[in-house]
């Protein structure tokens, strides 16, 4: 297990508490989301992540990982925590071309499912 993990958890605790801290820890977050190298660390990143206007961007930008785990992880945050008329229709589209026409079979339900009934009850 990666020790950036367990270091996540902390920074999620401060993250929630303190807004001096809630803007560094959003950039690094958004740091971490974009360039670290590590799937577990992403994965970690995106569950405890809050979906605020600077942060939808990134975690839109996930969808596209390497890792399956983490492109099914993306689209189960989209669902669950942005609100679907937070994002543009050009964004929903693109999310719902990606989602269907993703090869790997688990994350093509995820996406799916998960999408069409967030766009469904807008």
């Known amino acids: 297990?990666?020790?950036l993990?367990?270091?996540l958890c902390v920074l999620?605790?401060?993250?929630?508490?303190f807004v001096r801290v809630h803007l560094l820890s959003t950039a690094a977050f958004k740091y971490m989301l974009e360039y670290d190298l590590s799937a577990d660390?992403?994965?970690a990143v995106l569950s405890s992540v809050a979906a605020t206007t600077r942060?939808?961007?990134?975690i839109l930008e996930r969808t596209r990982d390497v890792k399956d785990v983490v492109r099914r992880l993306a689209y189960k945050v989209i669902a669950e925590k942005i609100h679907v008329r937070a994002l543009t229709i050009a964004q929903r589209v693109h999310l719902l071309r990606q989602g269907?026409?993703?090869?790997?079979g688990r994350t093509f339900l995820c996406r799916a499912v998960?999408?069409?009934?967030a766009?469904?009850?807008t």
């Open 100 to 104: 269907l026409n993703d090869r790997t």
């Open 5 to 7: 993990v367990p270091a």
């Open 12 to 17: 999620c605790c401060y993250y929630i508490t």
């Open 55 to 58: 942060t939808v961007a990134v």
């Open 114 to 117: 998960g999408l069409v009934f």
């Open 41 to 43: 660390v992403r994965r």
């Open 1 to 3: 297990m990666n020790f």
């Open 119 to 121: 766009l469904y009850h």
